[in-house]
């Protein structure tokens, strides 16, 4: 698709996620939309989560990598990727790169899990440690002296249009057991899953809220939206919640949400944990810190369940043995 390059610093629509849908058919799966009815009991209201832990490579980062991936120009295609990432996007980035045949640079902070670092390697891709802080400088120096195409993990039309599809699929498998939806609940870090699923449902179930749920400490939307602009975090500070504790707040996500984001909210360490011992014992779903804080959310009331009808986005999976048994190890406290 020629015109990949020059599409990245605008803002998808709609019809751009359904063309993503079509594009990416076949390198993921449509993930299930599940319901504990004992869960519904106990928080007053009907709660369905968008499993999208289960997604190949365990996270929805899928989604837009594998459609910038098939949007690459021949030349992009010969130069390959680079991509800065904690884990999840990186870990999209080198399957996508391995299916279709390119390769693939992955910079990720030195504080990344050791599983998900493994799993990038184990896709072929080349991974770079550095401090969480410079991550950006590298990849960018990256693509400056390889001439590697850089994938930004939110802050790109193709992965927007690519996270959008989540939304698209929550609103047909809603529709399906006759759920009409009041809220949908996201992570939220750079803001690519926030910005496509606002999209999406703006079309597909105009009343449902979209809320982003960020890390405690690192609430970059929330700061942003209230400020009316882009506000990065400075270094420093320190989260379980991995996968949305970056300090970048990209800007095309931003633009898509500053006036279809309901609100923000925020999750902390502990409540994620929490949250990913409930997912396990009511889902039967192994989920990662950083995927968990949208459960977190209506588990603690921060967004009330009372009466209505709720989705909430739990995004991956990749988590270290030891943080998994430690948030299990929670049902005895």
């Known amino acids: 698709m020629a015109e990949a390059a020059s599409l990245s610093r605008f803002s998808p629509t709609y019809a751009d996620i359904e063309a ?3 594009r990416i058919a076949g390198m993921g799966i449509a993930t299930p939309l599940l319901e504990s009815p004992w869960l519904n009991r106990e928080l007053g209201g009907r709660l369905l989560i968008k499993a999208e832990n289960l997604q190949v490579t365990g996270s929805f980062k899928l989604r837009g990598a594998a459609n910038r ?3 690459l120009t021949k030349d992009e295609y010969g ?3 680079v991509a800065r990432s904690s884990g999840n ?3 999209a980035i080198a399957y996508c790169a391995s299916l279709i045949g390119t390769s693939a640079v ?7 899990p050791a599983a998900k670092v493994e799993r990038i390697k184990g896709y072929g891709a080349t991974v770079v440690q550095v401090p969480m802080q410079t991550i950006a400088e590298m990849a960018a120096d990256i693509a ?3 001439g590697r195409v850089f994938v930004d993990p939110a802050d790109d039309f193709w992965v927007v249009a690519g996270q959008g599809t989540v939304g698209l699929e929550i609103a047909d498998q809603a529709e399906a057991v006759g759920a009409t939806i009041d809220d949908v609940v996201v992570p939220c870090s750079g803001g690519g899953l926030a910005g496509g699923c606002a ?3 703006e079309q597909r179930s105009p009343g449902t809220r979209v809320y982003g749920v960020e890390a405690a400490g690192f609430e970059k939307m929330a700061n942003s939206l209230a400020a009316g602009r882009r506000i990065n ?4 500070g320190r989260s379980i919640c991995d996968a949305i504790s970056g300090l970048y707040m990209a800007e095309i996500p931003f633009e898509v949400v500053r006036n279809r984001l309901a609100g923000t909210l925020a999750a902390t360490d502990e409540e994620a944990l929490t949250a990913m011992r409930v997912a396990f014992s009511e889902f039967g779903l192994g989920v990662e810190p950083g995927g968990a804080v949208a459960l977190a959310a209506v588990l603690t009331g921060k967004l009330s369940l009372s009466g209505r009808t709720v989705v909430a986005v739990v995004s991956g999976r990749n988590v270290d043995l030891d943080l998994a048994r430690r948030a299990l190890q929670r049902q005895a406290a």
């Open 20 to 22: 993503a849908r079509r």
């Open 199 to 201: 999209l999406a449902l």
């Open 233 to 236: 975090l400075p270094p420093g």
């Open 106 to 112: 992955v910079v990720v902070p030195d504080t990344a």
């Open 144 to 146: 400056d002296r390889e």
């Open 79 to 81: 130069r390959g990727v």
């Open 89 to 91: 996007h990186g870990l």
């Open 69 to 71: 991936m098939k949007a």
